[in-house]
């Protein structure tokens, strides 16, 4: 019999508007210098205060980056990544 790989299961609540605003910028560098309302705006679009939203979003926010040469996010780039996580 295969056991489970989860030794206890943890509950997270889903993090605030200002814990996003206050979390985010220090949770990856191209969140660094992104406008707090473009990091509002991904949360209530796509993230929703989930932590494992915002590493979906986060990756493909930098693939977008990187295809169209650029360094800062703004909402062009989050609604291309929006598309990619099958959202709007």
Not at 27 to 56: E, K, L, M, S, V
């Amino acid at each position: 019999m295969l056991s489970s790989r989860i030794f206890i299961w943890q509950h997270f609540t889903r993090l605030t508007p200002n814990e996003v605003l206050d979390v985010i910028p220090l949770y990856h560098p191209i969140w660094t210098d992104a406008d707090p309302d473009d990091i509002a705006f991904a949360d209530q679009h796509a993230a929703h205060g989930n932590f494992r939203n915002w590493a979906r979003l986060t990756a493909h926010t930098q693939t977008a980056l990187h295809r169209i040469s650029r360094t800062r996010v703004d909402q062009e780039v989050l609604r291309w990544a929006f598309s990619r996580l099958g959202t709007s």
